[in-house]
Every structure is written in C-alpha cells, then in structure tokens.
C-alpha cells in the first residue's frame, strides 16, 4: 500500500485552461475523484488536494503532499494552445535532480496512458514546475491532451472514466502491483494496438456490405445513412440513394473541408474537390477519436465496400480494423491511422 495524493489542477477563481465546452479546472477534478475510487480499491490510501472547486496555492498543494508524508504525487491538467491543431498527450517531473523511482514512476504512469488514449505521444518531459520542484515524494505532473482542440477536448470530457482507468493502471504497475477489474467502456475496449500487433486485427476483407433490410433492391442502407446525414449536416441535397457516385463523394469532401475549416481553421475552399491544399490541411486522426471527421471516414468506408459496423463518429476498434483492412488493399501503411494518403484513397 501506498500514500498517494492526487492533485488535480487550478479550482476556484482559476479555471485553468478554458475550451468551448470546458474548463481544465472541472475536468481534472472529474478525473481525479474517479481515479481517487480506483486506487483505493487497489488498496492505496489516496488524498486529494481539493475535492471541490476551490482555489489551492502551488506551494499549498505542495506542502500538504509533504506534510501527508505521501509517497508519490499525481498532479493532473489539461493543456492548451493557440493553435487549434496542437494535440497530444505529455508528462512532466522536475527538470532539477530526481530519484530513479521518480523517472520510473513516470515511464509507468506515462506509457500506460500514452498506449491506451489514442492521440500524439508528445512524450515524457522534464520541467521546472512548482508542484513537482516543492513536493518531496515521486512526482509527475500529467498533460491529458489539449482543450483547445476540438477532439482532444472530446476525449477530456467523455472519456473521464477511462482516463482514470489508463491513469491508475500505470500507478498500479509502477508501484509493482497488479491491475484489477479494470473498466472499460465501449468505443475503447482495448487498448489501441502497436502496428507490429495487427496482423491480430486483421479483419477478413468485407467488400461487400449487407444489403440493405428493405424492399430497396439497389442501394446500399449505410451508404443511404451517409447521405441522409451529409444532407443534414452540410446541406448536401444528396439523392438518398444508397449508391455511392461522384456526387456523394463530393459531398463527403465538402463535409472534410468544412471540418477542417471548423476544427482547424484551414482557411479552405469548400468546393468538394480532393486538392494540393486540402491534401495539405488534412490532419491524422487516431483510434480513440470522436467527431464528423471520424464519421466521414466511416461513411466513406462503407462507401467502399468496408464495414467499420458503426456511422457513430467514434472511432473505436470496428473502425480500426475497417482502416485496416483498407489501408492494406491499397498498398497503404497499415496503421490504422487516417493521414493524407489514407484519405487520399478514401476520396479517390
Ligand atoms: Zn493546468
């Protein structure tokens, strides 16, 4: 058993970070509470630094790790950027001198996290941050990911539970222990697969997807989905008929660029045409994202013959394997992530 404290970020008239759904200061704490319950039942004896939405200073997080004699500190944030297209995960300890079970306990927390939540590794770093130079114990401080993007932001607000889980798997482990009963919830029930692991997913091909249930002799019925939602979310004035043409795939890339303008300011020309610009703005997107790009890639994969099962905007483990198994009948890198040359395929 260890004493742990759990410190999650700004409160009170500090709200940290601010995205356009959140606060950095609500979905720490979030985190943190759940992440409190899943040590406990691993035995440890967790505080927090705040249970409420209060103002602590950095020095009285600090002193009250070190006045609670605890062993390791977990101070938990979201990060932020100008630039909307700044995404990623990233851990900090103390720039100064540390312990080897402060580095350890980093490469644990760090690799567990970065393996599970499915965007940038920006990798294990050091800082020279107050919580972690004052505190006397192990300390780490953790970036989730980026509130001040629009998928990142996602993950921040509906993906506490996991978070947690990913959080205090690695303590578990770093402490030497073993995980038990971890949750998971249903778009990430594993964790996303290295690329060396996927001949394991590897689907068998499905070029052709199931007619539709209807009298409808013609016509796909996710394809119809498709279109019926690209006419409600971008005005498209497609035929809803199940059969995927030139119209419906310059829909699809009207919608592409209309995300990219909307979540990444990319200043495009929404005129459904795959070109050197729009090629250029194109942004990856990983397992674990959710949003419309995800589900355009989903529609434009039961255009073409593959079943990712879902047109839910969540990239879960269905929609990898669909990647996949595209990425690997188009002589792509098969690592189901969806960058240029995937989309490339996908809008050809
Ligand atoms: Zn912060």
Same mark, same amino acid.
């Given at each position: =058993?260890?004493?742990?404290?759990?410190?999650?970020?700004?409160?009170?008239?500090?709200?940290?970070?601010?995205?356009?759904? !959140?606060k950095?200061? #609500?979905?720490?704490?979030?985190?943190?509470?759940?992440?409190? /319950?899943?040590?406990?039942?691993?035995?440890?004896?967790?505080?927090?630094?705040?249970?409420?939405?209060?103002?602590?200073?950095? !020095?009285?997080?600090?002193?009250?790790?070190?006045?609670?004699?605890?062993d390791?500190?977990?101070?938990?944030?979201n990060? !932020?950027?100008?630039?909307?297209?700044?995404?990623?995960?990233? +851990?900090?300890?103390?720039?100064?001198?540390?312990?080897?079970?402060?580095? #350890?306990?980093q490469?644990?927390?760090?690799?567990?996290?970065a393996?599970n939540?499915?965007?940038?590794?920006?990798?294990? &770093?050091?800082?020279?941050?107050a919580v972690?130079?004052? +505190?006397?114990?192990?300390?780490?401080?953790?970036?989730?990911?980026?509130?001040?993007? =629009?998928? #990142?932001?996602?993950?921040?607000i509906?993906?506490?539970?996991?978070?947690?889980?990913?959080?205090?798997?690695?303590?578990?482990?770093?402490?030497?222990?073993?995980?038990?009963?971890p949750v998971?919830?249903?778009?990430?029930?594993? %964790?996303t %697969?290295?690329?060396?692991?996927?001949?394991?997913?590897?689907?068998?091909?499905?070029?052709?997807? &199931?007619?539709p249930?209807?009298?409808?002799?013609?016509?796909?019925?996710?394809?119809?989905?498709?279109?019926?939602?690209?006419n409600?979310?971008?005005? !498209?004035?497609?035929?809803?008929d199940?059969?995927?043409? %030139?119209?419906?795939?310059?829909?699809?890339?009207?919608?592409?660029?209309?995300?990219?303008?909307k979540?990444?300011?990319?200043?495009?020309? $929404?005129?459904?045409?795959?070109g %050197?610009?729009?090629?250029?703005?194109?942004?990856?997107?990983? &397992?674990?994202?959710?949003?419309?790009? +995800?589900?355009i890639?989903q529609? =434009?994969l039961?255009?073409?013959?593959? #079943?990712? &099962?879902f047109?839910d905007?969540?990239?879960?483990?269905?929609?990898?394997?669909? $990647?996949?198994?595209?990425?690997?009948d188009?002589?792509? /890198?098969?690592?189901?992530i $969806?960058?240029?040359?995937?989309?490339?395929?996908?809008?050809?």
């Amino acid at each position: =058993m260890a004493k742990i404290v759990i410190d999650p970020g700004h409160g009170g008239h500090d709200p940290g970070a601010v995205g356009s759904r !959140s606060k950095e200061k #609500d979905n720490v704490l979030n985190v943190a509470k759940r992440l409190k /319950t899943l040590l406990e039942k691993h035995g440890h004896d967790v505080s927090l630094t705040r249970s409420t939405d209060k103002f602590i200073s950095l !020095s009285g997080r600090a002193s009250f790790a070190n006045q609670l004699g605890a062993d390791y500190f977990v101070s938990l944030h979201n990060n !932020s950027a100008v630039n909307k297209s700044a995404t990623g995960f990233e +851990t900090f300890i103390y720039n100064g001198s540390v312990s080897k079970s402060t580095k #350890d306990f980093q490469n644990a927390v760090h690799e567990e996290i970065a393996n599970n939540i499915g965007i940038r590794d920006r990798g294990k &770093k050091r800082a020279n941050f107050a919580v972690l130079r004052l +505190t006397n114990m192990a300390a780490i401080l953790i970036e989730y990911a980026f509130i001040s993007n =629009m998928n #990142d932001e996602d993950i921040l607000i509906n993906q506490v539970d996991e978070l947690a889980q990913w959080t205090c798997n690695g303590i578990v482990k770093a402490l030497g222990g073993t995980v038990k009963d971890p949750v998971k919830s249903p778009p990430k029930e594993q %964790p996303t %697969p290295a690329p060396e692991l996927e001949p394991v997913l590897r689907p068998a091909p499905q070029p052709q997807p &199931k007619p539709p249930q209807n009298k409808q002799p013609s016509g796909n019925a996710n394809i119809k989905k498709f279109q019926q939602w690209l006419n409600s979310q971008y005005n !498209s004035g497609l035929v809803v008929d199940g059969i995927y043409g %030139p119209r419906t795939k310059k829909a699809a890339i009207k919608g592409f660029q209309t995300e990219l303008n909307k979540q990444f300011n990319a200043g495009l020309k $929404v005129d459904g045409i795959w070109g %050197p610009k729009t090629r250029a703005a194109t942004v990856n997107v990983y &397992k674990g994202a959710k949003g419309n790009l +995800t589900k355009i890639i989903q529609g =434009m994969l039961f255009s073409k013959g593959y #079943d990712p &099962k879902f047109l839910d905007g969540v990239f879960g483990n269905a929609t990898a394997t669909a $990647v996949l198994a595209f990425q690997r009948d188009n002589g792509l /890198t098969r690592d189901a992530i $969806v960058g240029k040359k995937t989309f490339e395929k996908l809008f050809a």
